[in-house]
């Protein structure tokens, strides 16, 4: 079983800084298969990434994955006020979902 | 427009049975996997199960697995999961989503309790 461990837990910023969220799996993972997902409070999760660098449609472009192998990366470029939220890595494998822990981006 | 509507909310008994459904609009059901996702009181989310588009596969978490069905009706555009044996563990909101080389689409959830 693949377990997803994201770091770190609160990452407090302020508008307009960088935000830099990570994503370790514990073998290696198919890139393909490796997304991100930002939830608000009372909301579903709202993907952003998929196949670890893609934009999800109506993403705005701050928005950006990288990373491969075992070490995954969303970075949000300039937060902006709705970006205060908890970003969930999913993978997919052997037709089985996996969630990390999630990461909460809260404000400084 | 894409919609997913679940139904199914309830207040269950420990040990109870209850049966979640999820109405898909807006896309062609039969031609998408499709699953549910739980999410208790300040957790990250959990994936419970999924099921091909002619429902011929199914895989479950090890937590669910005995205990919780999924099923599909193509005819209906609908998604289902009977849920047996319910613990205090299983309270959660529960999501039906889509799956599209990630979970691209969510219903709105439907709350479980399971409390006596």
């Known amino acids: 079983e693949i377990v997803l461990t994201q770091s770190p837990g609160t990452l407090s910023l302020s508008p307009g800084e960088r935000a830099t969220l990570s994503c370790r799996a514990s073998?290696?993972?198919?890139?393909?298969?490796l997304a991100w997902y930002q939830q608000t409070p009372g909301q579903a999760p709202r993907v952003l990434i998929y196949?670890?660098?893609s934009r999800a449609p109506g993403v705005p472009d701050r928005f950006s994955g990288s990373g491969s192998g075992t070490d995954f990366t969303l970075t949000i470029s300039r937060l902006e006020p709705e970006d205060f939220a908890v970003y969930y890595c999913q993978h997919y494998v052997n037709s089985r979902w996996t969630f990390g822990q999630g990461t909460k981006v809260e404000i400084k | 427009e894409v919609q997913l509507v679940e139904s199914g909310r309830d207040l269950v008994q420990p040990g109870g049975s209850l049966r979640l459904s999820c109405k898909a609009s807006g896309f062609t059901f039969s031609s998408y996997w499709m699953g549910w996702v739980r999410q208790a009181p300040g957790k990250g989310p959990e994936w419970l199960a999924n099921i091909n588009q002619e429902g011929s596969y199914k895989f479950y978490v090890d937590s669910v697995k005995g205990r919780f069905t999924i099923s599909r009706d193509n005819a209906k555009s609908s998604l289902y999961l009977q849920m047996n044996s319910l613990g205090v563990e299983d309270t959660a909101v529960y999501y039906c989503a889509r799956w599209s080389l990630a979970l691209d689409y969510w219903g709105q959830g439907t709350r479980v309790t399971v409390s006596s």
């Open positions: 196949g670890a660098s």
């Open positions: 073998q290696s993972v198919s890139d393909n298969y």
